[in-house]
């Protein structure tokens, strides 16, 4: 078995800022990741902030920002996001910092 491959984005390119403190832009196995938000939301997914000690990954997808919770299965397109910048600013101030829009329930190959 290979070793894990890790990621390091501690600083997005377009930003000189390092996440907001609970969360990383270090990834274990990014393109897995990727390819599992991609199955859950229908969307191609750029990894860009991971929860630490948590099960949210918050990613974008063309010009949007969604955040997916892997242990509901739920996920929610950000809708006072548009930068980096403003990624960063709005998960730190925490609770009500994202205004969040619920993204409709995609299914799976094992739903009739």
Do not use: C, H
């Amino acid at each position: 078995m290979s070793p894990p491959v890790v990621a390091s984005l501690s600083k997005d390119s377009n930003s000189s800022r390092s996440p907001p403190r609970g969360w990383s832009a270090k990834f274990t196995n990014p393109k897995t990741v990727e390819k599992m938000l991609k199955y859950s939301t229908g969307l191609e997914a750029t990894l860009k902030l991971s929860e630490d000690k948590g099960s949210r990954y918050i990613f974008s997808s063309g010009k949007d920002y969604y955040i997916w919770n892997t242990a509901s299965e739920q996920g929610w397109r950000i809708l006072n996001v548009e930068n980096p910048e403003e990624l960063y600013t709005n998960v730190a101030r925490g609770k009500g910092g994202l205004k969040l829009e619920e993204l409709p329930d995609y299914g799976s190959d094992l739903e009739g």
